[in-house]
């Protein structure tokens, strides 16, 4: 997986983020680990609704093979608010299968 097919996936699942379709969220990550109600949660602890980061993370984004696992790729992307950069990221797990990319949601935690 490229690094450009790497942002446009952390891009849509910030979208997803920042707009609150947490069911449609769900379902495109089958729900791995992070359902709808423990993102919304986890969300709630942030206190002010996202927006998308400014362009420098994804110039910058924090993607690392994971080891022993070849194509897969750990992502881990800041939120912010309309004040910034809040203390709060998403992780997540991203690999092919069948030539498509699979989105793993591990978690929504403080940085």
């Given at each position: 997986?490229?690094?450009?097919?790497?942002?446009?996936?952390?891009?849509?699942?910030?979208?997803?983020?920042?707009?609150?379709?947490?069911?449609?969220?769900?379902?495109?990550?089958?729900?791995?680990?992070?359902?709808?109600?423990?993102?919304?949660?986890?969300?709630?602890?942030?206190g002010a609704p996202l927006v998308m980061p400014p362009p420098t993370v994804w110039t910058n984004l924090k993607a690392v093979a994971i080891r022993n696992w070849p194509g897969a790729f750990s992502v881990q992307v800041d939120l912010y608010t309309a004040g910034g950069r809040s203390t709060h990221q998403v992780e997540m797990t991203v690999h092919e299968k069948?030539?498509?990319?699979?989105?793993?949601?591990?978690?929504?935690?403080?940085?």
């Open positions: 997986m490229s690094p450009n097919d790497l942002t446009l996936v952390a891009k849509h699942v910030m979208k997803l983020l920042v707009e609150r379709r947490y069911l449609e969220l769900e379902e495109v990550t089958d729900g791995v680990r992070l359902s709808a109600v423990a993102m919304v949660d986890a969300l709630d602890e942030i069948n030539g498509r990319p699979v989105i793993e949601l591990d978690d929504i935690v403080q940085r």
